[in-house]
């Protein structure tokens, strides 16, 4: 993996090969935008250009040190996050968290445990590196306790330490941070490239690959999530229990066993097939359509229903996400919203 594997992206990935081939690094980078869109694999092979083993535009991807990099196992580089538990596509966990430092499940966040830790462990010497990397995935998590720590480690910079931040909200950041981080903007990609990654990567047809990658709106990330999680056949399941005219009784709703934070996910890919009713009905147009494999079903569900309805039922579902993300009971919420949508 080079700089040359990383889609789209051209004018962040040009800023770092720069920066390489120039050998003059900010102490702190902010990488701004969209999850899924390659942020951390420009920080991974940024890591790895700045300590390959082998002299050349570029990591190898060959070496010891790349290897490591790749692994998530060398000493010099390493990874910090708020996230719990998450798994991610091609990569194993290998986030540096003492048991001790596991966020809050509820509202998991970075801590000022967290960034004292990050400190110590900038202070010391590179083991086997040139240049320490230290990413902290998504920075615009931290407490604000957590943020005016970190703020003193970007005034006194260490030495032989490029410090990468990764997030997907500015506004969640402090000026001050935001300030002191060379920052470098990353894009939503474009439909083409995430299709024709998809079809490299998973050998689907043209109009699979399409749909998903409609349904994952620029975010390579979210696309592979979305084929890994079988996320259309988790569409499919619930389109049929909320629309289909043979439902079920309440007790039977299978989203009701879905883990909750899974539950908002699929109630997403609902709100997309009432929202392609909406287009479907306003424009007769099936290519304009997210669900694209489901053209027919879409053509003759809006029939079903009017625009205002339509709506008010995506109106409602967006409610029903809203409260089961302040945690209320999924099943009283998914039940009110089945008597919303009706
Ligand atoms: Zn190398």
Redesign the pocket.
């Known amino acids: 993996m080079s700089f040359k594997d990383i889609i789209g992206q051209r004018l962040a990935v040009d800023l770092i090969k720069r920066a390489i081939d120039e050998k003059r690094f900010a102490h702190a980078y902010l990488f701004i935008g969209p999850e899924g869109v390659g942020k951390s694999l420009l920080a991974k092979t940024f890591a790895?250009?700045l300590?390959?083993?082998?002299d050349g535009m570029g990591?190898?991807?060959?070496?010891?040190?790349?290897?490591k990099i790749e692994e998530r196992n060398h000493p010099d580089v390493r990874w910090f996050t708020y996230k719990i538990g998450e798994k991610r596509s091609g990569a194993n966990d290998g986030w540096i968290r003492p048991d001790s430092l596991e966020p809050n499940k509820k509202s998991p966040q970075i801590s000022i445990d967290m960034i004292r830790f990050l400190q110590r462990a900038m202070s010391l010497k590179p083991y086997e590196g040139r240049t320490k990397v230290y990413v902290i995935d998504g920075a615009d998590n931290m407490t604000e306790e957590a943020a005016n720590c970190l703020l003193k480690t970007l005034e006194e910079p260490p030495k032989d330490t490029v410090l990468i931040l990764l997030a997907s909200n500015m506004s969640r950041l402090m000026q001050t941070i935001i300030s002191r981080c060379h920052k470098i903007t990353f894009y939503p990609l474009d439909e083409e490239s995430v299709k024709s990654e998809l079809t490299r990567r998973y050998g689907l047809d043209e109009k699979k690959a399409l749909c998903v990658s409609r349904f994952a709106e620029g975010s390579l990330g979210k696309a592979i999530e979305t084929i890994e999680e079988d996320a259309l056949t988790k569409r499919d399941k619930v389109v049929d229990e909320f629309i289909s005219p043979k439902r079920l009784g309440y007790e039977d709703i299978w989203l009701y066993d879905e883990p909750r934070d899974k539950v908002n996910g699929i109630l997403s890919t609902l709100a997309v097939y009432f929202r392609d009713l909406l287009v479907f009905s306003l424009s007769r147009d099936a290519g304009l359509l997210v669900n694209l494999d489901k053209a027919d079903e879409v053509a003759r569900d809006s029939k079903r229903y009017s625009a205002e309805r339509l709506e008010e039922i995506i109106e409602a579902i967006a409610a029903t996400q809203e409260r089961i993300k302040r945690n209320a009971n999924i099943k009283i919420a998914l039940a009110s919203m089945r008597l919303n949508i009706t």
């Open positions: 790895k250009a300590n390959c083993d082998r990591p190898c991807g060959e070496c010891v040190s790349c290897k």
